[in-house]
Nanobody, 129 residues
Framework: QVQLVESGGAMVQAGGSLRLSCTASGRTFNPYIMGWFRQAPGKEREFVAAIRWSGGSTIYTDSVKDRFAISRDTAKNTVYLQMNSLEPEDTGVYYC??????????????????????WGQGTQVTVSS
């Protein structure tokens, strides 16, 4: 079993920055992909970014591509999401997910929540205008 714990969510003004963290514990942690998703009230869970644990390749949804950066520290079993130039539309609960099997490396596949094996409990990000 794997436990994922997100942290770093807060309320910020538009234009501000936050860094989210997601730390894993449990079994030997060597996922294929770690992803960040977000969910606004009344909406479906939405893909934000993903990173390949080995090698560190990254992929983003278009709306955050020039503002957010995903990274990982394999020694700490932690994945980060640096969020800059935040907009009210970025408001939501942010979740990290882990997938342990190989997956085609494209937004088409990494954006599907059902492809992930484990999820954290989420951390709230609220961006005020």
């Amino acid at each position: 079993q794997v436990q994922l714990v997100e942290s770093g969510g807060a309320m910020v003004q538009a234009g501000g920055s936050l860094r989210l963290s997601c730390t894993a514990s449990g079994r030997t942690f060597n996922p294929y992909i770690m992803g960040w998703f977000r969910q606004a009230p009344g909406k479906e869970r939405e893909f934000v970014a993903a990173i390949r644990w080995s090698g560190g390749s990254t992929i983003y949804t278009d709306s955050v591509k020039d503002r957010f950066a995903i990274s990982r520290d394999t020694a700490k079993n932690t994945v980060y999401l640096q969020m800059n130039s935040l907009e009210p539309e970025d408001t939501g609960v942010y979740y990290c997910g882990a997938r342990f099997g190989a997956l085609s490396w494209s937004v088409t596949w990494t954006k599907i929540p059902a492809r992930y094996d484990y999820w954290g409990q989420g951390t709230q990000v609220t961006v005020s205008s």
